[in-house]
């Protein structure tokens, strides 16, 4: 029997939104119809597979949105359809839905599921893959916490953000002779904070992974100031933590799969900065601005390298893969070998080894 060819493909941002994702929804939609596919968008991510919302999509839907950031199909992180938050009574009560996403995959008609999302995306591709949906998975993220792949779209641009807004804290904070803490997002990696605060001339970078000892952060100020230099920026990643403290949250939602939302860490940093070295502090978060707006140039092309290598896949009936940057190049790996692992900062990591070669302290 010939290989059916696949005719109608649904498409899907998991997980909340990130620059770039619309660059990857005209990727895939602009080759899917020149290869006589129709394409259905799923609208709000799982949430719209698992309550059966959905809109076609036609070559004019994607025309103009290359550089447009967030999504048009809407996001939404608490629609894990395997850990489905519905309210009954005033109570939140968590579900097993997915064979709701089953049927409607098939009520839609659809030969292939293309979800475009993070760690949390892929792993609720890998579960349907396993009960039979034919699934392509595309890696989004500013956090690039991905392992299988070198990089996810929507990096580039937060960190851009990140060192932009040090650029403008730098001269504020020579001018009036303080310490910036500047927080970051990130969760468990510290991608966001290294890169970001490399490129913006961050003088103390703290990440998850190198818990930090308050004495060295202390001790860089002061080291600084004795140099002529009475400012100082800290970038710091919402996940870090002292070596004698533990993770800041700001929140607790069980209607997602991880409920712990951090947030607060520059608070701690700056109220013990200004305590211990006498300097006077201000704490900048930036939040969401870092998952805002358009994506950069990097990002639009990886985006849209990521979404025409997606629906090649789907062409060829490669499904259970995830679309991954190796290099330069754009290669697949299976779903569940790329759920198996977090990308975290290495000690020998290049980006760490060159930072601490220009004097940036981590704090250990
Ligand atoms: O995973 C992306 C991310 O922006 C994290 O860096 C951050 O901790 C989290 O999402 C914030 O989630 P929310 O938009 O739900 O507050």
Same mark, same amino acid.
């Given at each position: 029997?010939?290989?059916?060819?696949?005719?109608?493909?649904?498409?899907?941002t998991?997980?909340g939104d990130?620059?770039?994702?619309?660059?990857?929804?005209?990727?895939?939609?602009?080759?899917?119809?020149?290869?006589?596919?129709?394409?259905?968008?799923?609208?709000?991510g799982? #949430?719209?597979?698992?309550?059966?919302?959905?809109?076609?999509?036609?070559?004019?839907?994607?025309?103009?949105?290359?550089?447009?950031?967030?999504t048009?199909?809407g996001a939404s992180?608490?629609?894990?359809?395997?850990?489905?938050?519905?309210?009954?009574?005033?109570?939140? #009560?968590?579900?097993?839905?997915? *064979? #709701?996403?089953?049927?409607?995959?098939?009520?839609?008609?659809?030969?292939?599921?293309?979800?475009?999302?993070?760690?949390?995306?892929?792993?609720?591709?890998?579960?349907?893959?396993?009960?039979?949906?034919?699934?392509?998975?595309?890696?989004?993220?500013?956090?690039?916490?991905?392992?299988?792949?070198?990089?996810?779209?929507?990096?580039?641009?937060?960190?851009?953000? &990140?060192?932009?807004?040090?650029?403008?804290?730098?001269?504020?904070?020579?001018?009036?002779?303080?310490?910036?803490?500047?927080?970051?997002?990130?969760?468990?990696?510290?991608?966001?904070?290294?890169?970001?605060?490399?490129?913006?001339?961050?003088?103390?970078?703290?990440?998850?992974?190198?818990?930090?000892?308050?004495?060295?952060?202390? #001790?860089?100020?002061?080291?600084?100031?004795?140099?002529?230099?009475?400012?100082?920026?800290?970038? &710091?990643? *919402?996940?870090?933590?002292?070596?004698?403290?533990?993770?800041?949250?700001?929140?607790?939602?069980?209607?997602?799969?991880?409920?712990?939302?951090?947030?607060?860490?520059?608070?701690?940093?700056?109220?013990?900065?200004?305590?211990?070295?006498?300097?006077?502090?201000?704490?900048?978060?930036?939040?969401?601005?870092?998952?805002?707006?358009?994506?950069?140039?990097?990002?639009?092309?990886?985006?849209?390298?990521?979404?025409?290598?997606?629906?090649?896949?789907?062409?060829?009936?490669?499904?259970?893969?995830?679309?991954?940057?190796?290099?330069? *190049?754009?290669?697949?790996?299976?779903?569940?070998?790329?759920?198996?692992?977090?990308?975290?900062?290495?000690?020998?990591?290049?980006?760490?080894?060159?930072?601490?070669?220009?004097?940036?302290?981590?704090?250990?």
């Amino acid at each position: 029997m010939a290989p059916f060819k696949v005719k109608r493909v649904g498409i899907l941002t998991g997980g909340g939104d990130c620059p770039g994702l619309n660059a990857v929804i005209r990727g895939v939609t602009k080759p899917a119809i020149e290869h006589g596919m129709t394409v259905l968008g799923i609208i709000d991510g799982f #949430e719209g597979l698992v309550e059966g919302k959905s809109k076609e999509i036609y070559n004019k839907d994607v025309s103009g949105i290359l550089a447009m950031g967030g999504t048009i199909l809407g996001a939404s992180n608490k629609g894990d359809p395997f850990h489905y938050p519905v309210e009954k009574d005033g109570k939140i #009560e968590i579900l097993d839905l997915g *064979e #709701e996403a089953i049927k409607n995959y098939k009520l839609w008609n659809l030969d292939c599921l293309i979800g475009i999302g993070g760690d949390g995306t892929m792993h609720i591709l890998n579960k349907l893959s396993l009960m039979g949906m034919n699934c392509v998975g595309v890696p989004k993220t500013i956090d690039n916490d991905l392992d299988a792949t070198d990089l996810t779209f929507g990096h580039d641009s937060a960190i851009f953000v &990140v060192s932009a807004a040090l650029d403008r804290l730098h001269t504020t904070a020579s001018s009036h002779h303080r310490v910036i803490v500047v927080e970051v997002m990130g969760r468990y990696a510290g991608w966001i904070a290294l890169h970001g605060g490399l490129a913006g001339g961050a003088d103390i970078i703290l990440l998850p992974e190198i818990p930090f000892d308050w004495e060295k952060v202390y #001790e860089k100020i002061r080291q600084r100031e004795m140099q002529g230099k009475k400012f100082s920026l800290v970038c &710091v990643s *919402e996940g870090a933590k002292p070596k004698d403290g533990s993770i800041v949250q700001k929140g607790h939602d069980i209607k997602r799969t991880d409920p712990v939302q951090l947030g607060g860490i520059a608070e701690v940093v700056a109220k013990n900065i200004e305590l211990n070295t006498g300097r006077e502090t201000r704490v900048t978060v930036l939040g969401h601005v870092q998952r805002g707006g358009t994506p950069t140039p990097y990002d639009r092309i990886l985006s849209t390298k990521f979404g025409a290598f997606a629906i090649d896949l789907v062409a060829r009936r490669k499904f259970g893969r995830m679309v991954s940057l190796r290099g330069n *190049e754009v290669k697949n790996v299976k779903i569940k070998d790329a759920i198996s692992k977090q990308k975290l900062v290495q000690p020998k990591t290049q980006a760490l080894v060159a930072a601490r070669a220009v004097g940036i302290s981590f704090g250990d």
